[in-house]
Nanobody, 124 residues
Framework: QVHLVESGGGLVQTGDSLRLSCAAS????????MGWFRQVSGKEREFVAG????????DYPDSVKGRFTVSRDNGKTMVYLQMSRLKPEDTAVYYC?????????????????WGQGTQVTVSS
């Protein structure tokens, strides 16, 4: 079984930076892609970053490209999301997820395991 725990959320101001962490347990971590998603109440959960099993390939939607950076440490079974130049529209609950495949994927249906989420609030 895979267990994911996010941390690092909080209240920041527009233009600030924040780093989210995801601690993973389970034997599949180093062979699976990981992703970060976010969700605003009443809206669908959206993909914001993905990284392949090795950390060699990443993907981002245009809305965060150049501002967000995903990374992983397979030795520590950790995934990180570095967020910079934050905007009020980045306000959401952020979720870490483990994919069912080694390659990076943007498809929510390809992610089998999810954390409980961490709230990020960006004030204007």
């Amino acid at each position: 079984q895979v267990h994911l725990v996010e941390s690092g959320g909080g209240l920041v101001q527009t233009g600030d930076s924040l780093r989210l962490s995801c601690a993973a347990s389970g034997r599949t971590f180093s062979s699976r892609a990981m992703g970060w998603f976010r969700q605003v109440s009443g809206k669908e959960r959206e993909f914001v970053a993905g990284i392949d099993y090795s950390g060699g390939s990443t993907d981002y939607p245009d809305s965060v490209k150049g501002r967000f950076t995903v990374s992983r440490d397979n030795g520590k079974t950790m995934v990180y999301l570095q967020m910079s130049r934050l905007k009020p529209e980045d306000t959401a609950v952020y979720y870490c997820a483990e994919a069912s495949m080694p390659g990076v994927t943007t498809s929510r249906s390809r992610y089998n395991f999810w954390g409980q989420g961490t709230q990020v609030t960006v004030s204007s």
